[in-house]
């Protein structure tokens, strides 16, 4: 396969883009080789400007759960086309889609929307700390929350593939205020609270860890959380960014069956467009600006294109048995993939949330840590990674990255995976 225009463009990239690249994931730094660059996209596949096709598992990093160009999506779009691009002013469908929000997550009463996910987490924490009145916020080890300040401490992802998990330009004063607890690790949570849970103000976390790879957390440890978290008074925040309409229709709380204080939003919710969303109980949100003193604006939040895109995704997600048939779709996939990777003995095993996955290159079952999860063998993903884009399949670039499938993910895209993915691990093995 020729990727010579790809390669062009890459060198034309790097002068006028730091890196090539307007994230730093997309530039394969995890993985050695170059950036694809892309044309098209349709249904579970791409089109890169060399016009090769791949299977996408990468769904634009979680958003493209209906697949790329869903009619419905693409509908609504251009219906919102033919009436304008954006007013700074109130429209229907913003009322529609935080509706529809706080009906499919109900310990969600009130929502704002914003642009991104960084954006949706830099409120809720400025939000729990303006109505607590305490400045001490927890994250996870692994837990990405997007690029905010005081949220880029040992932070998965990006930042583990750059071997940088804290950044320079970020001030002592505000990490500092930042406590980071290991994942899935009670004991730890509960240490923390007895010495400091009446300073804190808000406790984040994914409640499945899509950032360090996919590692959902465990029931008895989130429960213990909610728990500790009343106990102290400190609100409980669920990023939901990756794992809501993702894992299941009402989010990673819903599998759970446990009710934070706030949840962010965001991919899913926006279709493909940019979108983000925090939210929770009235008592919190109405601390916000214009009815309360936490100030919290934007330009460009509840963007009518991207609204309808959201509102376009939401209801076509609710059709009966979407998730089931997304989630049965994923398990046969890893069971294939584990398969082959058996025959061709490689060590590897694999997490399951719903429509997100994690594959790990490890002897161990059952990846749980942060540890666990930085143990896998880089060298055997960054094989496979290239074995399967050679033969078709497009996985995210790194080895901290969960992989998401979508609606338009069938039978023989599976079947064509599960070829690419025989070639790739027998070439791990010489
Ligand atoms: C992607 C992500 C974010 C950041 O969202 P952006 O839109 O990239 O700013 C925050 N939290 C989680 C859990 C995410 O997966």
């Known amino acids: 396969m020729g990727r010579q225009k790809s390669e062009q463009l890459y060198k ?4 006028h883009i730091p890196g090539g690249v307007n994230s730093p994931v997309r530039a394969f730094r995890g993985v050695g080789g170059e950036p694809l660059f892309l044309e098209s996209g349709e249904g579970a596949w791409l089109t890169d400007v060399d016009g090769n096709h791949y299977i996408d598992y990468v769904s634009a990093w979680g958003p493209l759960i209906l697949g790329h160009r869903h009619p419905a999506v693409i509908e609504a779009l251009q219906r919102q086309l033919e009436k304008g691009l954006g007013y700074g002013a109130s429209t229907e469908a913003e009322v529609r889609l935080a509706e529809e929000v706080c009906r499919l997550m109900p310990s969600i009463e009130q929502l704002r929307l914003v642009t991104s996910g960084t954006e949706a987490t830099m409120s809720a924490i400025r939000l729990a700390r303006g109505f607590t009145g305490r400045d001490a ?21 990006g930042a583990l593939t750059l071997g940088a998990p804290d950044s320079p330009g970020v001030p002592e004063g505000y990490s500092g205020l930042t406590h980071v607890l290991p994942y899935n690790d009670v004991a730890a949570l509960e240490e923390y609270f007895a010495a400091n849970g009446e300073n804190t103000a808000c406790v984040i976390i994914e409640p499945v860890a899509g950032n360090m790879n996919c590692v959902p957390a465990r029931t008895g440890d989130l429960s213990r959380l909610r728990t500790l978290c009343d106990e102290y008074g400190a609100l409980l925040i669920f990023d939901e960014v990756m794992s809501g309409f993702r894992v299941a229709l009402g989010g990673a709380q819903s599998v759970y069956g446990i009710e934070p204080d706030l949840t962010t939003l965001g991919k899913v919710i926006g279709g493909g467009l940019p979108v983000g969303a925090f939210g929770g109980r009235r008592e919190i949100m109405s601390r916000i600006a214009p009815e309360g003193p936490v100030y919290q604006a934007g330009t460009l939040a509840g963007n009518p294109l991207a609204v309808a895109a959201g509102l376009a995704t939401l209801e076509a997600i609710q059709a009966p048995g979407f998730y089931e048939a997304l989630e049965n779709r994923a398990r046969a996939m890893l069971a294939g993939l584990r398969s082959r990777a058996v025959s061709a003995s490689v060590p590897f095993t694999a997490n399951q949330a719903g429509a997100m996955f994690g594959l790990f290159f490890s002897e ?3 990846i749980e840590s942060f540890e666990q999860v930085m143990a896998c063998n ?6 496979f990674f290239h074995g399967m884009l050679d033969n078709g399949v497009y996985l995210a670039p790194s080895a901290f990255e969960a992989g998401f499938i979508s609606a338009a993910h069938g039978e023989r895209e599976i079947e064509l995976t599960l070829a690419a993915a025989e070639n790739a691990f027998a070439a791990i093995q010489s």
């Open 378 to 383: 880089v060298e055997h993903f960054r094989s």
């Open 137 to 157: 916020v927890v994250k996870f080890e692994g837990c990405y929350h997007g690029h905010v300040d005081g949220l880029l401490v040992k932070a998965g992802s």
């Open 364 to 366: 161990e079952e059952g």
């Open 12 to 15: 034309e990239a790097q002068q």
